[in-house]
Structures are given as C-alpha cells and as structure tokens.
C-alpha cells in the first residue's frame, strides 16, 4: 500500500522530469558558445570574389586593407581588379578590414567626404597580405628619412621643398616663402601640405645645401614616399697587425692627418699636414679604429708618443671609395731619445685596402612610391 506521502512525491517527481524535457527541446538550456572573431569567421567561409560574383575565392589568405591615413568618418574606400583591358567592376569596402582577393595587381581608390579622391596600386602575390596607406587629399605630401651612408642618424636638419625655378635659400630673407620642414634626429620628416606641381628636395640650413635632388618630380594628390641619401664623407677604418704591448704604448695617440697645401711647402716637411682627428691607442685594444666622415684629399696616418712619432707615407681617399689600414706597429726598441718638433717623423708601415663595395651607395634621392 503506498502511502499518500510517497505518492505526492512520485507525481512532483515525474512533474519536473516533463518539465526538464520540454526546456530542453525547446533549446532553452543549450550551452553558449563563444563568439568567434568576425574576421575570421569570414575567412573560414566561402567568400565571393570580388572581381566576379559567380567565382569563389579559392586561396582565403590572399586579402588586402586598405587604410586612410588621415581618417575621416567620410572617407569612403573602393576595390577594383587591375585587368589588362583596364576593365573592371568596382566595389566598395570598410576601411581598415582585411577583404578577400583574388591573387593580382589591385587599385584600392580613397574618397573623401569633399570628393577628393586618391588611388594607389598594389600587387597581392597568392597567399599573401598587404595593407595600402593613402591620403584623401587635394594637395600633395611628402613624408621619408634622410639616411647617413654609414647608417648613423642624420640629425636634425631643415628639408625644403622648392617649386620650379626656386634653388635653396642662401639668406633668411629668401627662406621666408619657402615650404619646409625639420627631420627629427633619427632623420624622419613630414612636409606640409604642398600644391600639386613640379617639387625638389633640398637639404641642409639657410645659405648651406647638403644636397639638392633634382630633377623636378610632378607630386599628384596624396602622400609620397621618399629616402634621400646624404654623403658626409667617406669611411677609414684602420686596424693593428698585432696587440699593443702591456704599457709600451701607454698614452699615445693615432692621428689622421690631411695634407695642407701651401706654397712652398712640400710633403715630406711636418708642418705640410693638419691634424684632422685623433683616437687613443688604448681603444685599438677593443677593436678597429674609425672615421666616418673623411672627405676627398691626401692623408698620412701618424702615430704620436710623449717624445717619438711615427708617420705613414701620404695616401689618396678617391670619391666613394671607404679604405682599410693595416698598421704595423714599431717593436720597442725602436724608441728614441726626444724628437724635435720639426724633425721628420719616423716611418710606419701601412697597407691600404679598399674597404667595401661603395658602389652600393648612390648619392641623392630615392622615390619609394
């Protein structure tokens, strides 16, 4: 017999149980799943081309974003597949998200809420990325670096930008109308906005040009890219064919001297050369001796002790050439008592190589757009 109890318990029981079922085909305790990042959501699905509606793209990691550079709510981005005949539907995109592509060459076209409009071409190798920066803009900038040969920063330095005509400034007074900017230290610049029209880059402070690069470049709409190289004089590095003797060169210095030409005076006197730099003996122990900004001339390399030198015959630094020099050190019992001042320096031997391939490095301005 069961008890009235049990029996309630039973039917409360069986109640919860439908109760449980119904909720669950009605979905209402599935577990959530977490959402998946909508751009890779895309890239996992079947996309359509954007050159063609009816074909798929088959590789969906060859994509392309296209960013504006000064962004504006405005600013409206377009898509068209570069083709032979110059055919080719246009679509509109989001700026700044990644949209499938076909592999190619593509023209990615920014508009501006005014109506400027700026294009730029990419080519998008299968499987590949590529992200393409343009500037809806009326006028025309120009943003680069300047870049020292031997890969030190340039330092702060004004960049003009001179229209048809118009050469670097030699005083204030000719400077006053003239667009530029000022390179950071590491050598980045930015113009301000400039007309659309012929444009040189010049370099350097007023009455003094580093560098004019020339010819005139037409500038369109938008911002171009530039490196301009700047040639501050050429590399000398020399190096010891031994180590420094313990304390036998204790105080002496390397000069590198540069013949002064005077009349009357001839190379083998002491005072036919000008010291142009020095570095301490003791800091060959570390590695090689360098100057990196030797100009064009004739140079003798002159080793200076408390009371001797030693001097290597005079040698030529050529335009674009960076040199290599083996020193051979005097043995020690070469010392002498106290030289005169004007009494010839005794000889080091020095061999001369050239240093590296100085025909890489060409002079001026390198357009990267």
Request: proline share 7%; charged share 25%; with cysteine.
């Amino acid at each position: 017999m069961i008890s009235p109890r049990a029996l309630v318990f039973g039917v409360l029981f069986i109640v919860a149980g439908f109760i449980w079922q119904l909720a669950q085909s009605s979905g209402g305790a599935q577990p959530v799943e977490s959402p998946q990042d909508p751009t890779e959501a895309q890239f996992a699905t079947s996309s359509v081309d954007l050159a063609s509606d009816a074909r798929l793209v088959q590789s969906v990691s060859t994509r392309l974003k296209v960013i504006s550079l000064e962004p504006d709510d405005g600013d409206r981005v377009f898509l068209r597949e570069a083709l032979p005949d110059g055919v080719a539907e246009e679509r509109e995109v989001e700026a700044g998200l990644w949209v499938l592509i076909q592999p190619g060459a593509w023209i990615a076209a920014l508009e501006s809420a005014e109506g400027v409009r700026n294009e730029k071409t990419v080519f998008v190798p299968e499987g590949e990325s590529a992200v393409v920066e343009i500037l809806a803009s009326k006028f025309a900038q120009v943003q680069g670096r300047l870049v020292e040969r031997h890969g030190g920063p340039s330092g702060s330095l004004d960049v003009w930008f001179l229209p048809e005509g118009l050469e670097h400034p030699e005083t204030q007074l000719d400077s006053a109308s003239l667009p530029r900017t000022r390179c950071t230290f590491e050598g980045g610049f930015r113009s301000p906005y400039l007309e659309p029209g012929n444009w040189r880059i010049s370099v350097g402070p007023v009455g003094m040009a580093l560098g004019e690069y020339g010819p005139p470049r037409v500038l369109d709409a938008g911002r171009h890219e530039v490196e301009i190289h700047i040639e501050r004089g050429l590399r000398l590095e020399f190096v010891l064919d031994r180590l420094l003797p313990e304390g036998g060169f204790a105080g002496m210095r390397f000069e590198l001297q540069r013949r002064v030409r005077r009349p009357s005076v001839v190379e083998s006197e002491e005072r036919a050369w000008r010291k142009v730099s020095a570095i301490p003996a003791r800091r060959l122990r570390s590695g090689p001796g360098i100057w990196p900004a030797v100009r064009v001339g004739r140079y003798r390399l002159l080793l200076r002790g408390r009371t001797q030198r030693w001097a290597s015959p005079g040698f030529e630094v050529q335009e674009n050439e960076d040199l290599r020099m083996s020193v051979t050190l005097p043995e020690q019992s070469l010392l002498t008592p106290a030289m005169k001042r004007d009494e010839l320096s005794l000889p080091l031997k020095v061999d001369i190589l050239p240093y590296s391939a100085a025909e890489a490095w060409k002079e001026g301005l390198v357009w990267l757009d």
